[in-house]
C-alpha cells in the first residue's frame, strides 16, 4: 500500500552562527497554515557516438521555503530579520541583516507516522501585509515568508527528512543535527551515538 503526506505542523526556527553553523536555541512558533519546499537539481545530458552518452547532475542547485504563518511576530522579525522593537514599535530600517536559521516542521504519513523535513541554513525575505475588511466572519490572510537555502557547514547538506516509520529513527538526534549546540551535533554520521526520542 503507498503513502501520502498531508498536514503542516510543529513549525521550530533557530538562528544559525553563519561562522560556526551552530545553533544557540531554537523557537517554536504556532499557526502555522502552509509550507512548500521546491528543490532544484539541475541535469545534463552528454552526448557522444551520435546520441546521449551520460547524464550529469549538478546536486542541488537552489533550495527554497514558503511559510504561510498566521501571524509571524515580532520576536520572530527581531530574530529572522534583525529589526528594532522600540516601545512596542517594529523599526525597519533601510540597511537591515537578515538572519541565517534553521527551520523544521512535521507533516503526518498516512500510516499515522510522522515525517520530520528541516532546511539548514538559509535567509527569509520579509512578510508582505494582506489583510481586508471583516463584514460577518473574519476570514483572515496566513503571513508568506519565502526563503533561500545553503549548504551547511563542512559536510554540506541542505535538507534533513526524518520518518518515524524508518526503524532506527530517532527524533532527539535528528534534532540535535538540525539545531547543532555543539561541533558534535553538528556531525552527522551513522556511528552517531543516539539516544531514544520521539
Known amino acids: 500500500m503507498g503513502l ?3 498536514g503542516a505542523s510543529n513549525f521550530e526556527y533557530g538562528v544559525v552562527d553563519d561562522a560556526t553553523s551552530l545553533v544557540a536555541t531554537s523557537r517554536k512558533v504556532p499557526g502555522l497554515s502552509s509550507v512548500k519546499v521546491d528543490l532544484t537539481s539541475d541535469l545534463k545530458q552528454i552526448a557522444a557516438d551520435d546520441g546521449p552518452y551520460a547524464v550529469l547532475s549538478g546536486g542541488i542547485t537552489d533550495a527554497k521555503e514558503t511559510i504561510e504563518l498566521y501571524d509571524v511576530d515580532s520576536q520572530m522579525k527581531q530574530d529572522l530579520f534583525g529589526i528594532q522593537l522600540v ?3 517594529e523599526v525597519y530600517p533601510k540597511d537591515m541583516v537578515a538572519s541565517y536559521v534553521a527551520t523544521l516542521f ?3 504519513l498516512s500510516n499515522g507516522k510522522g515525517c520530520w523535513v528541516a532546511l539548514l ?4 525575505s520579509l512578510p508582505s501585509v494582506d489583510t481586508k475588511t471583516v463584514d460577518g466572519t473574519p476570514d483572515p490572510n496566513a503571513d508568506s515568508i519565502e526563503g ?3 549548504p551547511r557547514g563542512d559536510q554540506e547538506n541542505i535538507i534533513l527528512i526524518g520518518r518515524e516509520d524508518n526503524s532506527d529513527f530517532d527524533l532527539t538526534q535528528f534534532r540535535k543535527w538540525v539545531f547543532p549546540a555543539t561541533a558534535d551535533d553538528l ?3 551513522a556511528t552517531t551515538a543516539g539516544t531514544s526520542g520521539s
Open 106 to 108: 512535521k507533516t503526518k
Open 121 to 124: 541554513k538559509g535567509m527569509f
Open 4 to 6: 501520502v503526506k498531508f
Open 187 to 189: 556531525a552527522i554520521s
Open 148 to 150: 533561500e537555502f545553503m
Open 87 to 89: 516601545k512596542g514599535v
